[in-house]
């Protein structure tokens, strides 16, 4: 445990991300006063010093270790207007007490976590900021490695996606959306899984009044769509399991999809079937007539014993068999989702499980590093995750190792909370097959409008580069019963784009 002690400022959120990125135990205080001698403690201070310029500060000392390191913050930029200056002036300061407390941390604990000082989901959207500025890729590639910490190799993952999103989604364009329509079932709930799914086998007789109640929301902004001619550029079924829909529930949601007047000129139609044990030829048939191209199945790793850990009911043979069948109907582009990481897995059964996947080269592979998510069973039986950092680590080596043999080129990346070692997602594509979709929600330069319930629409506003976010209601019966407003919330958004 670590007493961190915040002085002239309130960073407790920035704080305690950072920190525990080191120590798992975080006690942060907003103190003036001198730290207990018996308790190990870092000050983070951000003050001026007698020039009058302001300075971030640490200090620490940790079980007889001491460091300490000061930064000035950055003063921003002369041409900027008053409230821009104000955003950027806040962000160096807060990047300045960031740095200083990680520098101590290190020397205190001795850890280099690979992210640096980078906490957040998104850290591309960083580089395409700094783009944004006219800096270049190899000064980016500096103050990423040199004032941000990062690992090199994650600096040059970082610059990499952003060029590939420069080749792929820009130029940025205002006035289009994405859809995402979220059908919230599952066969059971995977284990790691902390996704508001909703049981299939408990509530079948909901599936067709939930589908009824989508279909409206979805017809409501059709008709906006529409009329106000606003561009739509793709299209994703997730979940869930939306593989759980049989033909006719599928045929009842794509008829309605067919009304969007640019229906045939979408870039990319993907539809979730993640578990190979949910769905027929006759659905994916189905799909196909109806257009989609694109389709995930998800085998999370292809060994036995660890699909029976983690609540899967499928076997790797079944994924073999839905993967040839999805061919078979001729689907030209597969993702499969890989999560490294899961219990009793070793290098060795992950070497398994990436030969079977270099068997099948789908054109797209998405590799997740297990997290520990607050509702998921894995929360309450940590137990079972006994790989370490370094474990991970050699398992991710192993997955790039793997990728490049078999020519993936990683195309979009996110991070998440409570992940093994606070590693990353990547998506890798063979290519010229990458998802857009998946660049662009990732990106979020383009609006995403979100059907369903708990489905989130990110309403993007490239004028200020904000993105608000609006939340459909969470729960099922909550979604039904009170679909007037999430007609509303669409509305709403959709005034925006006329
Ligand atoms: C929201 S899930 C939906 C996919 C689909 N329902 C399935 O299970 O095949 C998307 C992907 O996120 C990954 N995922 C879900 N929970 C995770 C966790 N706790 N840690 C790492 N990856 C996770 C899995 O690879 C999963 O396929
Ligand atoms: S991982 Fe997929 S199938 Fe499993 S519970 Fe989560 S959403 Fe459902």
Redesign the pocket.
């Known amino acids: 445990m670590i007493q961190v002690i915040l002085q002239g400022h309130k960073n407790i959120y920035d704080t305690r991300e950072l920190t525990k990125l080191f120590i798992s135990e975080v006690e942060i205080i907003e103190s003036t006063d001198q730290p207990s001698e018996k308790k190990d403690y870092v000050i983070s201070r951000l003050g001026k010093d007698q020039q009058g310029n302001l300075q971030a500060f640490a200090r620490g000392d940790m079980e007889g270790r001491a460091a300490e390191y000061q930064i000035a913050v950055k003063e921003p930029e002369e041409n900027l207007s008053s409230r821009e200056k104000t955003l950027v002036y806040d962000k160096n300061q807060r990047e300045a007490l960031r740095s200083c407390l990680f520098m101590v941390l290190k020397d205190l604990t001795g850890k280099k976590p690979v992210w640096g000082i980078f906490t957040g989901i998104r850290p591309v959207k960083i580089v395409q900021n700094m783009l944004e500025a006219s800096r270049n890729y190899d000064e980016i590639f500096q103050e990423l490695t040199r004032e941000k910490f990062l690992d090199q190799d994650k600096a040059q993952l970082l610059i990499d996606i952003a060029k590939k999103e420069r080749e792929l989604i820009y130029p940025l364009e205002q006035r289009a959306v994405n859809l995402y329509i979220s059908i919230p079932f599952?066969p059971s709930r995977?284990f790691?899984?902390?996704?508001p799914s909703n049981d299939l086998y408990r509530k079948e007789g909901e599936v067709d009044q939930y589908l009824t109640e989508l279909i409206k929301e979805l017809k409501a902004s059709i008709t906006i769509i529409n009329r106000e001619k606003i561009k739509v550029n793709t299209l994703y079924v997730?979940?869930?399991?939306p593989s759980i829909l049989r033909r006719e529930q599928f045929e009842a949601l794509f008829s309605a999809l067919q009304e969007l007047d640019q229906y045939s000129d979408l870039k990319e139609i993907t539809v979730?079937a993640?578990?190979p044990d949910t769905f027929s030829v006759e659905v994916l048939k189905c799909l196909k007539e109806r257009g989609v191209g694109r389709i995930s199945l998800?085998p999370?790793t292809m060994n036995e014993k660890t699909l029976v850990a983690i609540g899967r009911k499928h076997t790797p043979q079944e994924i073999h068999k839905a993967y040839d069948m999805i061919r078979e109907v001729g689907f030209e582009s597969v993702n499969m989702?890989?999560?490294i990481g899961l219990p009793g897995e070793t290098l060795e059964s992950l070497g398994h499980t990436l030969e079977e996947i270099g068997k099948l080269q789908p054109e797209n592979l998405?590799v997740?590093?297990?997290?520990v998510?607050t509702n998921?069973y894995f929360k309450e039986h940590q137990e079972l995750l006994t790989l370490g950092e370094r474990g991970v680590l050699q398992m991710l080596d192993k997955v790039e190792a793997f990728t490049n043999r078999h020519q993936y080129i990683p195309y979009y990346m996110y991070r998440q909370k409570n992940m093994l070692g606070n590693f990353e997602?990547v998506g890798y594509s063979k290519k010229g097959r990458e998802s857009l979709y998946n660049m662009k929600i990732m990106a979020e330069k383009e609006t995403i409008l979100g059907f369903g319930a708990g489905a989130v629409s990110k309403v993007v506003n490239l004028k200020t580069d904000e993105v608000k976010r609006v939340p459909n209601i969470k729960g099922l019966g909550h979604y039904m019963d009170r679909i007037e407003e999430a007609l509303e919330k669409k509305e709403e958004i959709l005034k925006n784009f006329y």
Do not use: M, P, V, W
């Open positions: 599952c995977c790691y899984c902390s996704f997730g979940g869930g399991t979730e993640g578990r998800n999370q989702d890989l999560i998405t997740h590093t297990l997290a998510k998921s997602n």
